[in-house]
């Protein structure tokens, strides 16, 4: 249908009187493929245009329009007023110009009306061929501009092809893929399957835009809650987090302003009617939700799923938090090859560290021992106030030094005078010991870069010299436990011991490329 208006339209424009059928074909033409019909009249004024150049010479300015109102084609060759005229095809001058429009100046364009054109067979096919392309283009550009929009929503489509790598899914005039590192886990499509997925993407291809879509990304189970779960949808209850093992198990922390709102009972619905519909819909995956608390310690045991915990240490610089549970409770604490655990610190952004109570408490026992020792020998006091010490909190003299004296005076039992030598003597031992540190790398020329290292302090850094490890090379060629080996195992998380060693094989690398 649509090719037999067009044909008539280019075989039928030799004609300049008003042309109402025109308009009228390009207005079936936008409503057909779904375009505005500005875009229509534009795909038929190149066609006519293309059509002009070919009879009276393409290297010519030829323009050509179609009136809005009329639907009048009207062809024009287009000259370029200058001083000195290089390309007569293209230009005039300003004398000639003047001698036709005396007002125009230079620069100025001079229009000089075509006589309308006779399209034969193969004219008009060219035209028509223009007239198609440019309308592809134009729905083209339509689709791509209508998906960029959707970006971020669930996209649901009819399997086209299956292939090891991905699957295409077709979604009504273009076709969205599937890759497999984007489908969840041991699901397999066959075609004819229906398939709900995230548009995560869209890629402009010659055919029309490819749209990306991802069955593992977790906005995905956000997107699929919102659907079910009208509370959320209404903003009555917030997804605050979601961390996925696709196909195995997610956790998701949800949190509700309005208090007489049950955030997890709204997401697991009657009989867990709501969660179930959103598990079936990612092949079974599990879903543990979660309250999201302000709280970091209640967050990160909510988000463990732990009924109760001994206690959680802290360090708010590394964002990691240390959990002490009971042994009994170790397993489920940590779940199957770490799962549980992984998840809980992906979803708070926590590095947790989950310690059965037994081995919290033997290290503790080392610890305080370790201290109680150093307190005495160094600070010259007796076992019962080196007790004490540790006790209000202080494993090393290095703290005591560090601390004010008016905390120390404040430790019961303490007078004003006993606190102060305590004090007394913990600085002026770690200045000494300052000084025979600084002292020996001036002896033994030890390089600033060494010395820069991060995480290590005085004692790590004296354990490495002893050790003969006094350059950034030495450091960089260590594995961690051979670190541990050196400067012990307690003093330095692993985490920590890791950007010690990757510092120094980068600072090494970059020394040796500057060297080349």
């Not at 245009?49 to 030829?62: L, R, S």
């Not at 004296?405 to 007078?415: K, Q, R, T």
């Not at 913990?426 to 001036?442: G, H, M, N, P, R």
Request: aromatic share 6%; glycine share 6%.
């Amino acid at each position: 249908m649509i090719k037999s208006k067009i044909n008539v339209a280019a075989e039928d424009t030799h004609s300049s009187q008003p042309r109402p059928e025109l308009l009228q074909v390009a207005e079936a033409v936008a409503i057909e493929k779904n375009i505005d019909k500005e875009e229509s009249l534009a795909a038929m004024e190149c066609a006519i245009q293309k059509a002009a150049k070919t009879k009276y010479g393409n290297e010519q300015d030829i323009r050509a329009r179609i009136d809005r109102k009329t639907g009048e084609i009207v062809i024009e060759k287009v000259l370029t007023v200058v001083e000195i005229v290089e390309n007569p095809l293209n230009e005039i001058s300003l004398d000639d110009a003047q001698k036709q429009d005396p007002g125009i100046v230079l620069g100025g364009e001079l229009t000089e009306l075509l006589p309308p054109l006779m399209f034969g067979r193969a004219a008009a096919h060219g035209a028509r061929q223009i007239v198609i392309q440019k309308i592809k283009e134009a729905e083209r550009e339509r689709q791509f501009s209508e998906f960029v929009e959707r970006k971020g929503e669930i996209i649901s489509g009819i399997v086209k092809h299956v292939d090891n790598n991905r699957v295409i899914v077709d979604i009504g005039h273009t076709e969205g893929v599937l890759r497999s590192e984007d489908n969840i886990p041991r699901q397999t499509f066959n075609i004819g399957d229906r398939v709900k997925a995230l548009l995560v993407d869209i890629r402009p291809e010659s055919l029309g835009p490819m749209l990306i879509l991802s069955r593992t990304h977790n906005d995905f189970i956000a997107k699929l809650f919102e659907q079910d779960v009208t509370e959320i949808y209404d903003g009555l209850i917030k997804i605050m987090a979601i961390a996925r093992d696709p196909g195995s198990r997610a956790k998701m922390a949800v949190y509700s302003p309005d208090s007489r709102i049950d955030p997890i009972g709204a997401c697991v619905g009657v009989k867990g009617s709501r969660v179930n519909a959103v598990m079936t819909e990612i092949n079974g995956e599990k879903i543990d939700i979660v309250a999201w608390a302000t709280d970091p310690a209640a967050y990160v045991m909510n988000a463990l799923s732990l009924p109760e915990f001994k206690r959680v240490v802290f360090d708010e610089e590394e964002e990691r938090i240390d959990v002490v549970v009971e042994d009994e409770f170790l397993s489920q604490a940590i779940g199957r090859r770490g799962q549980n655990v992984r998840l809980a610190s992906m979803l708070t952004g926590w590095k947790i560290t989950v310690i059965p109570e037994t081995e919290d408490a033997n290290r503790r026992m080392v610890e305080r021992a370790t201290a109680v020792k150093s307190f005495i020998e160094t600070l010259e006091i007796d076992d019962m106030w080196a007790q004490v010490l540790v006790t209000e909190g202080f494993f090393s003299v290095e703290s005591i030094a560090e601390t004010d004296v008016h905390d120390i005076i404040s430790i019961n039992g303490f007078s004003e005078e006993f606190a102060q030598d305590v004090h007394k003597k913990a600085t002026l031992f770690v200045a000494k010991q300052e000084q025979i540190f600084f002292d020996k790398c001036e002896r033994l020329n030890i390089d600033d870069d060494f010395l820069a290292l991060p995480h290590l302090d005085v004692s790590m850094f004296s354990k490495l010299i002893d050790n003969n490890i006094c350059t950034i090379s030495d450091v960089a060629d260590l594995s961690t436990d051979e670190l541990f080996d050196v400067i012990g195992e307690n003093v330095l998380d692993r985490d920590k011991a890791g950007v010690v060693i990757m510092t120094a094989r980068q600072k090494s690398f970059d020394d040796s490329s500057c060297q080349s």
